[in-house]
């Protein structure tokens, strides 16, 4: 017999524990609220864990799992409801619900809900109390089970899986399968489990996909949505062998990620937090937008200067790695004066003459060649065109042509040989020889010429995981989270220091290094004609206000091509690079113009929403048809911002949210563009082509 414990209504969410009363196994739903789940009788099912872990030693799940899935397992089936327990505070509520088994093993389930937020946090702690060392070999952050809850019997041809891919200058591509094209139908008998496990191993949590799902309910039209914050191996699971589909995810496991931790008595261990969201309507741009919006509590305690959301001219699309204080000065009287706030010098300062920068970082002398009367000076002259001076940094690795490649001792092994890749190997973040080494190196040059912006920059992966623990996947977990710490340490330095989270652009975009930058690099892309596929596509993963878009522009530049680079950072943050000593005065006009567009449109990027408009876009590289968005804030303006690319059609139609009027546009040209019964139209004149708008909204 199943018995709900509590119902909590967190927002416009309610949140459901319920248990089987003979066994105490525990369960939870996550549903809108003043919706009803279909009696628990009207599916075949049984009760998915609360909390899915495995301990070495029990008994592994059946059903053909071996290999698969650690879902399910003995460890999980022998836990049992405790208690639970409430703690309100002003901002926020708790919920914590005790499980324990026969053993001594006790698991504590989180879930906290930020009051106005349209998401909760979900994390584990599991206490060893008993007289044994016990070895973890899986833990879940999140799991919910039930899939779905209004649809009787298995929901055939309902569910769809959202997924977002991420490759090199490719990131955020939206991936949908049907749950039968992934084989997560049950079979005639609940005997064999269907499983679908997917995720990252090493040092770049978004290499390949970002740390989220979602479930779509295509039928009553609800979405269930979950992104990890962890900064290294993670995984998520499908699973199913009944009629109701589960969902978690966390740490990589045993199986997946060659994760596993001792416990000995008295010791715990809390899992990454995973950001869980559900609605009705809207579908997965809806979802993913609540859950990147769980982020605004932490950019709102950025730096005051980020609050407005500043341009950024960085010099490495310029100088393309060799910045000297010759060309910083020269690029300086360039831009002084046209709408810029920080500066940052780029990868090379450090390089010795003739080796690339690529393989130099790590010793970080300032290099004698490129600032003779060394660095204050550089530094002086950007503070005098009144930017904020920023600095490159790649904290956590040496290239090898540094000196402290050779400092084997204090680099990451495994299987006792130095971890070595193409051109890097990587220190060792545990060791507080490392850390002192890091803060006189980086810490103290920033302190010492008073930088205000570091881009931490992060070009390879560690993998699976190194020598230093119990498994490689648990050193890994480790290093990570003294790197991190190291960043937090930083922040406590340098109070009000901005910080650049880029790994290769976008391989570390996931909510816990977020959450301790003012903003990151959304990707490697440059100058290529997908960026705007790519920027847009990151609305769903991380926060527009934190999303720095490159804007490189050529001397050879028409002016469309211009205006598109300028449109590209409308869609988040704007950073300007390239040729800017060579450009005419038609075109720093248009460039002008944009600032000050961009400048206008920042409280939007900052507080809005993103409503997507277009077909699918197939090769991002060769880019057919057009895409648009819409934002609108929470005052009466919003902006539309336009692209199209090949084979664009004759004309484009946007269905918008309530009335608007236009009241100023941005383009290389003027564009027939009106609105007419609360819709937009648009004819294009060329491919690849921009147009941003101002919008107001009209009153009834």
Known sequence: MICTIKEYELGDMTLIYFMEEDTLQTGMYLIPKGMKPIPWEEKKQSIDSLVQIKYAGDTYPGGYAGGETLRQGESALMLRYQEQELIQEQNKIEIITRLTDARGNHVAHHALWYKGEKSIELFNEVTNKSEQTITLEMISSFSLGGLTPFTPGDAHETLQVHRIRSVWSMEGRVDTQSVEDLQLEPAWSSHAVRCERFGQKGS??????FPFVAVEDIKNNIIWAAQIAHNA?????????????????????????????????????????????????????????????????????????EQTLPVIFNEYCTTWGCPSHENICQILNYIKNKGFDYFVIDCGWFKEDGIPWDISMGDYDISKELFPEGLQKTIDAIKNTDLKPGIWFEIDN?????????????LLKRDGKVLTTSMRRFWDMRQEWVMSYLNQRVTELIKEYRIEYVKMDYNDSIGMGCDGAESPGEALRQNMEASLEFIRNLKREVPGLILENCASGGHKLEPLLMSECSMASFSDAHECEEIPIIAANLHRTILPSQSQIWCVIREEDSLKRIAYSIINTFLGRMCLSGDVMQLDANQWDLIERGIRFYKKIAPIIKDGFTYFYGPKIQSYRHPKGWQAILRTGNEKEAVVIIHTFYEEPEKIELSLDQNYQIIESYSDTDVKIWIEDSSLYYIPESPMKAVALRLEKISS
């Not at 000995?264 to 859950?291: M, N, W, Y």
């Not at 040496?398 to 204090?410: D, F, I, K, L, N």
Request: charged residues 25%; proline residues 4%.
């Open 204 to 209: 770049m949590p978004v290499n390949h996909y």
């Open 398 to 410: 040496v290239g090898s042509a540094s000196r402290a490649y050779h400092m084997e001792e204090h």
């Open 233 to 305: 191996s993670w995984q998520i699971e499908l699973y199913r062998k009944d009629d109701g589909l589960a969902v978690s995810g966390g740490l990589a496991d045993r199986d997946f990620g060659q994760w596993n931790k001792d416990l000995r008595p008295g010791d715990h261990f809390i899992t990454p937090k995973a950001i869980v969201s559900v609605c009705a309507g809207g579908g997965l741009d809806e979802v993913s937008q609540r859950i990147t919006n769980a982020g605004k509590k932490y950019f709102d305690k950025a730096p005051e200067s």
